[in-house]
């Protein structure tokens, strides 16, 4: 019998489409025969298996994964925003997602309303963008955190250990 997750929203994953999701999330450039041979299926059933992980919503898209610093990218920070009471959500939302340097924004529990990461070129960048952030409607004032160094960032979601699947 095969181990499944149960989804939220009543889809479930057996352990092939854990596996699958793992090596496309490591390489997804894999062919259909290079992820067959890793999960013991033929390209054909690996091709549909895949097609439904993608219907379903599982796999969101695929992509590059860039190298910011060598794109002359090299400050990272996270920019704490307080907003006004009179803050509306969506506006707010889209005008920061719509700043070129905000690759994340996340909102949180806590004194700030929500947590920004970004990438510049330099602090002068920064200075500049912050200035920018600060003129979107809804802001109140803004905490920023510098990144001096990134010990570990995971490149995925570690599927077998928050599953408990065989990923």
Do not use: C, W
């Not at 794109?71 to 920061?96: C, K, N, Q, W």
């Not at 109140?140 to 928050?162: D, N």
Request: no cysteine.
């Amino acid at each position: 019998m095969q181990n499944t997750l149960q989804i939220a929203d009543r889809l479930a994953l057996d352990d092939l489409d854990l596996r699958l999701l793992h090596a496309l999330q490591t390489n997804a450039r894999s062919t259909y025969a290079e992820l067959g041979a890793l999960v013991g299926l033929k390209p054909p059933a690996v091709h549909e298996r895949v097609k439904r992980l993608e219907s379903r919503g599982f796999i969101r898209g695929y992509a590059a994964r860039l190298d910011a610093k060598g794109l002359g990218l090299g400050l990272i920070a996270f920019v704490s925003a307080f907003t006004t009471p009179d803050v509306t959500y969506e506006r707010f939302t889209g005008a920061v997602a719509a700043l070129p340097e905000v690759l994340e924004v996340h909102s949180v529990a806590g004194e700030e309303t929500f947590v920004l990461k970004v990438v510049t070129r330099s602090t002068a960048h920064l200075d500049e963008f912050l200035t920018r952030l600060k003129a979107v409607p809804g802001i109140g004032r803004t905490k920023t955190t510098i990144v001096l160094s990134t010990p570990f960032e995971r490149e995925g979601l570690a599927l077998a250990e928050l599953t408990g699947g065989a990923a």
